[in-house]
């Protein structure tokens, strides 16, 4: 973990999440990757980018686009995006306001292959992108989608999700 004295005008750079991938030198600064979405929504790569940490609640931080980001170009430097530091220690990761807002009742299990255990979309992106054929009042409470950053699988559920009510509905 990279060793600088936490600033007391910006102490979200010292949370242990964000510590690891804070820029050596640039002790408010961090490497976030950004995308346009994840492989159901969006064609294009995520890249990584540096930000500017200016504030954050512990799960959900700000910052600044301190570089351009090539191929994502709605991404300026200067844009003030949205990122979440992953529980497994990977990258920070550009979220929507979208996704902080249905995140509570969705519980995302980490990849099968890297662990990650944060989606690139929101789930209601994900729903309408995997399952067109659904009408706005038929939400899959579980489902299964592309890791964004590595192509395994995740498991996605909703808070209402209750095994004994799926398994009856089959029958």
Known sequence: MPAFPPDPSNPWVAHPRLAPHAIPGRADHVRVRVHAGG?????LAPRVAEVRVTG????????ILAEPVSGLEP???????RFVAPEDGSAPLLVTDRYLAERPHWTIHPCEHCGLGELYDAPSDLIKATFPEL??????RLFATICGACGG???VQHDSFVASDEASTRA
Do not use: C, M, N
Not at 39 to 43: E, I, L
Not at 56 to 63: I, S, V
Not at 75 to 81: C, E, K, M, N, V
């Open 153 to 155: 699988s995740q498991l």
């Open 75 to 81: 991404l300026a430097r200067g844009s003030t995006i």
């Open 135 to 140: 009408g706005a009042a038929e939400t899959p």
């Open 39 to 43: 492989p159901r929504v969006s064609k």
């Open 56 to 63: 954050g609640d512990g799960y959900a931080f700000f910052g």
